[in-house]
């Protein structure tokens, strides 16, 4: 595996890959291999975009390979569905994969969700209209959403 780091307004951003980028995550620090590509520059040049209200559709999908269970794949796959600027529930999610029941599973595979706002989890609350967990923090988490809904 190689990895890339790029400084952020939201923090570093470390994108892991090999032939295709498996993992898009906030860190701490940068390491001292810091391998960039033209590819890691293209999916944090959108990213960016996004960040600064400039984006609301990533077109990098094809670089990327998140990798999961077929259940994981399912949920993720379903997050992308989600338009920007809107939410949906993680029963919402749940029904929509054809496994009403499964919404404690599905909130499982949300937090285990490798490419961060390109695979918009933020996008899913709770059943109450509450903002419920992001492994980035919550304030993140509101921070994406208000910029989405302000653009």
Known sequence: MKYAFYTTDIGIIKITYKQKISKIELVDQIDENNDRTLETD?????????????????????????????????????????????TKTYKDIAKNIGNEKAVRAVATAIGKNPLMIITPCHRVIGSDGKMHGYAYGINLKKKLLDLENNN
Not at 42 to 47: E, F, L, R, T
Not at 56 to 69: H, M, N, Q, R, V
């Open 42 to 86: 293209k999916i944090i040049g959108q990213i960016n975009e996004y960040l600064d209200g400039k984006r609301k559709e990533f077109s990098i999908y094809d670089l990327c390979k998140a990798e999961g269970t077929n259940f994981q794949q399912k949920v993720w796959q379903e997050l992308l569905s989600i338009p920007y600027g809107q």
